[in-house]
């Protein structure tokens, strides 16, 4: 299966079913790739590499593994659009020549 977004239920789904899950990185495979995309030469072209043991395959981390990173993503996004806010905000009343009341917290992490 090709590493992107909406591949993990299925790669539960068959690691649930008793299979070894291959991810496989799409840009390596695509440098192995022909000319020619279809689905039956790109199932070919999976089959000849796994049969030969060149499949380029990503590392599947496990379900808890994959929500902590999910969760410090969601995180690491939140606080970019906070900081943003903040910055877009401070800009705002720059613009406009008021200086507020309250002094700006700055915080780590």
């Known amino acids: ?7 993990w239920p299925w790669i539960d789904f ?3 079913l008793g299979y070894v899950p291959l991810l496989v990185n799409p840009t390596k495979l695509k440098q192995r790739a ?3 995309k279809t689905d039956k030469v790109d199932s070919e072209l999976l089959t000849h590499l796994t ?4 499949l380029p395959t990503c590392y599947v981390p496990d379900r808890e593994m994959r929500w902590i990173r999910n969760l410090l993503r969601h995180r690491a ?3 970019k659009i ?3 806010l903040k910055n877009r905000t401070r800009l705002g009343l720059r613009k ?3 200086e507020p009341d309250w002094q700006p917290r700055y915080t780590e992490g």
Do not use: H, L, P, Q
């Open 14 to 16: 068959i690691d649930e």
């Open 96 to 98: 406009r020549d008021i």
């Open 82 to 84: 906070s900081t943003a």
């Open 51 to 54: 049969r030969m043991g060149w």
């Open 77 to 79: 996004f939140r606080k």
């Open 34 to 36: 022909e000319d020619v």
């Open 1 to 7: 299966m090709e590493s992107v977004g909406f591949c």
